[in-house]
T-cell receptor
Framework: DSGVTQTPKHLITATGQRVTLRCSPRSGDLSVYWYQQSLDQGLQFLIH???????AKGNILERFSAQQFPDLHSELNLSSLELGDSALYFC????????????????FGPGTRLTVL | TQLLEQSPQFLSIQEGENLTVYCNSSSVFSSLQWYRQEPGEGPVLLVTVVTGGEVKKLKRLTFQFGDARKDSSLHITAAQPGDTGLYLCAGAQWGLSGGSQGNLIFGKGTKLSVKP
């Protein structure tokens, strides 16, 4: 158990719909990362939040957005869903903002499997 | 463009055999992590290497970071069925402040199957 929790475990929805995925980081971790894992692309970085502030964006679509709340939990919002959005979505957390440190150890949650029909 | 190439993509071996998985890039990384992932679960961190040429051992697993910090390898001695899983390498790039950039760049993984 990594200490990172994600809900829901599974989500089945239809094209055009909107869903929210939730992540609670390990106790004390300030950084939250969202990744998408599909069969053909592997794990792709979406977005990074540190202590409530957006720090970096990866290949995140404009239809997707995220935020980190004062209690440090994070939500990933996916809207106007398409068939191609079906994937595993992982949240990871770490203690550091990484400035001035070489270590970048991230701990992953169990993921949310999104199926868009 | 895939910045981290892992090979082989698939590996099926018998219990007791040795194996090596490779992770290669043309980019330099500040650190490199190896993860193991079971089907339907999140990746689990195995090791982090940060120094060029560094070797780390975790029981029967030996991890090496290349001298130029562009590649890494994972060697498993006397593989067991419990080693079965997807092995992922992930690199952190240098940030503007000199430390690591936050997000990790993942290879597509090596799917290992160890048969009893």
């Amino acid at each position: 158990d990594s200490g990172v929790t994600q809900t829901p475990k599974h989500l089945i929805t239809a094209t055009g719909q909107r869903v929210t995925l939730r992540c609670s980081p390990r106790s004390g971790d300030l950084s939250v990362y969202w990744y998408q894992q599909s069969l053909d692309q592997g794990l792709q970085f979406l977005i990074h939040y540190y202590n409530g502030e957006e720090r970096a964006k990866g290949n995140i679509l404009e239809r997707f957005s995220a935020q980190q709340f004062p209690d440090l939990h994070s939500e990933l919002n996916l809207s106007s869903l398409e068939l191609g959005d079906s994937a595993l979505y992982f949240c990871a957390s770490s203690a550091s903002s990484f400035r001035g440190t070489l270590y970048n150890e991230q701990f992953f949650g169990p993921g949310t499997r999104l199926t868009v029909l | 463009t895939q910045l981290l190439e892992q090979s082989p993509q698939f590996l099926s071996i018998q219990e007791g055999e040795n194996l090596t998985v490779y992770c290669n890039s043309s980019s330099v990384f500040s650190s490199l992590q190896w993860y193991r992932q079971e089907p339907g679960e999140g990746p689990v961190l195995l090791v982090t290497v940060v120094t060029g040429g560094e070797v780390k051992k975790l029981k029967r697993l030996t991890f090496q970071f290349g001298d130029a910090r562009k590649d890494s390898s994972l060697h498993i001695t006397a593989a067991q069925p419990g080693d079965t899983g997807l092995y992922l390498c992930a690199g952190a790039q240098w940030g503007l402040s000199g430390g690591s950039q936050g997000n990790l760049i993942f290879g597509k993984g090596t799917k290992l199957s160890v048969k009893p």
